[in-house]
């Protein structure tokens, strides 16, 4: 069964920055586009970031631009978010998946930034 498992998330000041990681146990994504997604409270989750199989590509929606980025490792098997000068807008519960959503929802990691 494929888990998701993301961390790295924690509480930091406007402007600070955190590294998120995510590791799919169970089988390989390498050949999968990989995302991340948030959710704030009261908000449906949401698309924050996107990686190509080979990483050749990234998107990011327009609120992080400049500020956050997405990375992978195929050897390791890991997706990362690196994300700059963050901002109280930026709380959330953090998830990862494949592009589309296909794979059951991890417990995702809290991000929360303080002002």
């Known amino acids: 069964q494929v888990q998701l498992e993301e961390s790295g998330g924690g509480l930091v000041q406007t402007g600070g920055s955190l590294r998120l990681s995510c590791a799919p146990s169970g089988r390989t994504f390498n050949n999968y586009a990989m995302a991340w997604f948030r959710q704030a409270p009261g908000k449906e989750r949401e698309f924050v970031a996107a990686?190509?199989?080979?990483?050749?590509?990234?998107k990011y929606v327009e609120s992080v631009k400049g500020r956050f980025t997405i990375s992978r490792d195929n050897t390791k098997k890991t997706v990362d978010l690196q994300m700059n000068n963050l901002k109280p807008e930026d709380t959330a519960v953090y998830y990862c998946n494949t592009r589309t959503p296909v794979l059951t929802w991890g417990q995702g990691t809290q991000v929360t930034v303080s002002s």
């Open positions: 990686i190509s199989y080979n990483a050749d590509s990234t």
